[in-house]
């Protein structure tokens, strides 16, 4: 079946400009999650979204970071006013009930390469 | 100190070698531990997860040390195709909000040379 896809594939805006990245989450999967990977950098825990529940936006490095998910489905991640230290892959993931068990495999898209000059 | 360390490696290993990597995770509490392969360019992929007794699949075997918080990936026969960027993975107890997020290494490069 269809995996977690993202869009676009990559991006380049300039510094200033907002930018929306989505994600397709797998059909069912009711958990979706948005990491980013920088250069010379570990995958970074971004925000998650489980059901209906209030998402956990822990990891949004500042308050230009914001992402929603409608109907429980897809969801786009929004950053304002970017900036170069912006820079990185950001990667969606998705699951089902994590809650339901404790090993539940996080589906990873192929990620959208943002490049902020 | 980072929540999870690896070995920083590079590791550059010939075929059939035996090549191991390890990591400590800084949260007792931690629940659950997953190895993810991550190839040049594309996004991790779940290797393995890492039970409490100790697990095997096929020529990967994953440990735990809970006492230690220590976990290791162990790979046997290495081949041409293992050469990825392999990452440990820690996920936190249940019961908090955090309870979805996963929490990576900064992984370890393995190239397996013939």
């Known amino acids: 079946g269809a995996g977690v896809s993202q869009s676009p594939s990559n991006k380049v805006t300039e510094k200033g400009k907002d930018v929306e990245l989505r994600c397709d989450p797998i059909s069912g999967h009711t958990a979706l999650y948005w990491y980013r990977q920088s250069l010379g950098q570990g995958l970074e825990f971004l925000i998650y979204?489980?059901?209906?529940?209030?998402?956990?936006k822990s990891g949004l490095p500042s308050d230009r970071f914001s992402a929603e998910r409608t109907g429980g489905s897809v969801s786009t991640l929004t950053i304002q006013r970017t900036q170069q230290e912006d820079s990185a892959v950001y990667l969606c993931?998705?699951?089902?009930?994590?809650?339901?068990?404790?090993?539940?495999?996080?589906?990873f898209g192929p990620g959208t390469r943002l490049t902020v000059t | 100190r980072k929540e999870v360390e690896q070995d920083p490696g590079p590791f550059n290993v010939p075929e059939g070698a035996t090549v191991a990597f390890n990591c400590t995770y800084s949260?007792?509490?931690?629940?659950?531990f997953f190895w993810y392969r991550q190839d040049c360019r594309k996004e991790p992929k779940l290797l393995m997860s890492v039970y409490s007794s100790g697990n095997e699949d096929g020529r990967f075997t994953a440990q735990l040390n809970r006492a230690s918080q220590y976990i290791s990936l162990l790979i046997r026969d290495s081949k041409l195709s293992d050469s990825a960027t392999y990452l440990c993975v820690v996920k936190p107890p249940a019961g908090g909000t955090s309870y979805g997020k996963l929490t990576f290494g900064q992984g370890t490069i393995l190239t397996v040379h013939p």
């Open positions: 979204f489980q059901g209906n529940s209030a998402p956990d």
């Open positions: 949260n007792s509490a931690s629940q659950s």
């Open positions: 993931a998705s699951s089902l009930d994590p809650l339901a068990a404790t090993r539940r495999e996080q589906y």
